[in-house]
């Protein structure tokens, strides 16, 4: 009866719909079936579990632990599957070779890789080297950073960096040869028409100096050798001199944003690499002619009206054609900041010199970015 008690205030509710049994002070009688009572334990709530109960959810269990293993096995596969398919790229197709490299083909890809791996081998080999020559050029066509490289190449920031930084050192002493300075008869060989008309036709280089933004640096006495007054900008300056026919023959050195263009022109060599009776054509911001009269040769510039007479008809005419031929300077300057990694703001570990290098990370930037325009189509016919 006590038994019958305990179980009637576990499930009171059970008792009542299910069975409808009356309230305990009712219950009278004390000949109780057993049956009845063992059958109404198997209804309650909290009842002991039975063997067949327990075989039945160990199955279940097995089941379920089969199903997870399974699904477990789909995702590595295609986890593998993906990462498969982010490394395995199309090097033969053309116009993902133009998008992403900035070259004209595959086959000037492949050229320029075999000339670049006859004598050396990277020292990285977790990618193949037709991959790892791609990857830095996507890095200086489309200014990737190491993350986002690092995500597409399935691997490490760090692997990325090394790989970036080995095949920049070799490319810039492989790469110099493009930047060629023509001879006098070679200039004269490929004189294009709008040149034809003297005094242009013994023009010997156009001349320019361009910026490119960097990250402001910690030390002040950077920051104030870096900051460009015209951009209002901690910039890079370098100069950049093209021949006739649009293709860069002179690249200087990088400088701080504050530097003039007179002191990159007379430290940067250009001088000495004239000869007497050439013509260097250049913008107004160049008001040094004395420089290059020392050497037996003239700076072309346009003529100014400021402080001076209105200007005659022949000033007019020749600043005019001056200003159609100076456009292609800055075509071939353009070309360059093609590689989008000039166009950002760099960041001061791809400006500053590395401890084991002689030349600034930026110096070998703007070199490979250089010689690899001058591989495009001329810009002036």
């Not at 490394?87 to 320029?112: C, E, M, P, W």
């Not at 294009?192 to 013994?202: E, G, I, Q, R, T």
């Not at 504050?258 to 004239?274: P, V, Y």
Request: positive net charge; hydrophobic residues 35%.
């Amino acid at each position: 009866m006590a038994r019958y008690q305990r179980s009637l205030r576990r499930a009171p509710e059970v008792s009542e719909i299910s069975i409808g049994v009356q309230p305990t002070e009712e219950v009278e009688d004390m000949d109780i079936n057993v049956t009845e009572v063992k059958s109404y334990n198997d209804m309650c709530l909290g009842k002991d579990l039975t063997m067949s109960d327990i075989e039945d959810m160990q199955k279940l269990n097995t089941s379920y632990t089969e199903q997870v293993r399974s699904l477990e096995s789909k995702g590595q596969t295609v986890t593998c599957e993906r990462k498969q398919l982010k490394s395995d790229v199309d090097l033969n197709n053309d116009q993902i070779i133009h998008v992403y490299t900035g070259l004209r083909s595959s086959k000037v890809f492949f050229a320029l890789l075999t000339y670049l791996t006859t004598s050396w081998s990277p020292r990285t080999q977790s990618l193949p080297t037709p991959l790892q020559f791609y990857l830095v050029l996507m890095k200086l066509r489309l200014g990737l950073t190491h993350e986002d490289l690092a995500f597409r190449f399935n691997c490490s920031c760090a692997t990325i960096s090394a790989i970036f930084h080995d095949w920049l050192n070799v490319m810039t002493q492989r790469f110099s040869f493009l930047i060629h300075w023509p001879s006098r008869e070679e200039i004269k060989k490929n004189l294009p028409a709008l040149f034809k008309s003297p005094p242009f036709n013994s023009v010997r280089c156009i001349i320019d100096c361009s910026e490119i933004f960097i990250d402001r640096p910690t030390s002040l006495s950077e920051r104030t050798m870096t900051y460009s007054n015209c951009k209002s900008h901690n910039t890079i300056k370098f100069l950049v001199g093209i021949s006739p026919t649009g293709s860069i023959t002179f690249l200087s050195k990088s400088w701080g944003g504050r530097a003039s263009d007179e002191t990159i022109t007379k430290s940067s060599g250009l001088i000495d690499l004239l000869e007497e009776g050439d013509i260097v054509m250049a913008g107004r911001g160049f008001s040094f002619p004395e420089d290059f009269a020392a050497k037996g040769v003239q700076l072309l510039i346009p003529a100014s009206p400021r402080g001076k007479t209105p200007l005659s008809g022949q000033e007019v005419t020749v600043s005019r054609h001056m200003s159609r031929l100076r456009a292609h300077m800055e075509r071939a300057i353009g070309r360059i900041k093609k590689f989008c990694i000039l166009r950002q703001t760099l960041p001061m570990n791809l400006v500053k010199r590395r401890s084991k290098d002689t030349v600034a990370t930026v110096d070998k930037i703007l070199l490979v970015c250089s010689a690899l325009s001058n591989l495009d189509m001329s810009l002036i016919q």
